[in-house]
């Protein structure tokens, strides 16, 4: 039953990996017939919606957009930020969605950040006490660990309306600015469906991994 867990849960993240790296080199070679840039997109929407004051920087790496509401900056990467591609206005403006959420107080937003903190220590802990508890055969500490990912799923629950909505708040401004058409929408929709399913796939794992968690526990009492 373990190993039917684990085989589960790598399938699911593969799979969802898989189809999402598919949808996104499919869009990345359609260019958007306005010839925009990921850049100029993000500049777009982020001033039509008041975020004057909200940078966009280009980052390393591939698919690490991201919004950092601290600094009030989306950051895009390369491939995103500098070409004019169905995949580049897609995801500028999924981040954009971001920081219109943190201007209008999204309320699950504001949730997800005020128990950022508790989860980088669940995260931790959690990882600690379930070795301790396999190894020195404490069940309490091990429970301890179960409930602590169970905290972090709660965390990944709560990031599901946070990307669809962003994904929605996206596509609305694509569509509001003439960025893109309607066949060009339904692609844009494809690589930002592909994207969220990512995120239901960490669910679906992290509700395995708890489950196989708990068959050790009570196989342990």
Known sequence: MYYLFI????????????????????????????GITGLEVARMILD????????????????????????????????????????SVSVAAHECGHAIQDKTGYVFLRFRKSITP????ASMAGYIAIMIGIFAGALRIFWFGIFCEAFILLFQLITLPVEFDASRRGLYELLDLGIVDSRELSNCKGMLTAAALTYVAAVATSLLEILRLVLMARRRD
């Open 7 to 34: 085989i589960i849960t790598f399938a699911i993240t593969l799979g969802a990996q898989a189809y999402l790296n598919s949808q996104y080199n499919k869009c990345a070679k359609i260019m958007n017939s306005k």
């Open 48 to 87: 039509k919606n008041g975020l004057k004051e909200v940078g966009v920087l280009q980052t390393s790496g591939v698919l690490s957009d991201h919004y950092d509401p601290k600094n009030k900056v989306v950051r895009l990467s390369d491939s995103i930020y500098a070409k004019s591609s169905i995949a």
């Open 118 to 121: 508790l989860v980088n220590f």
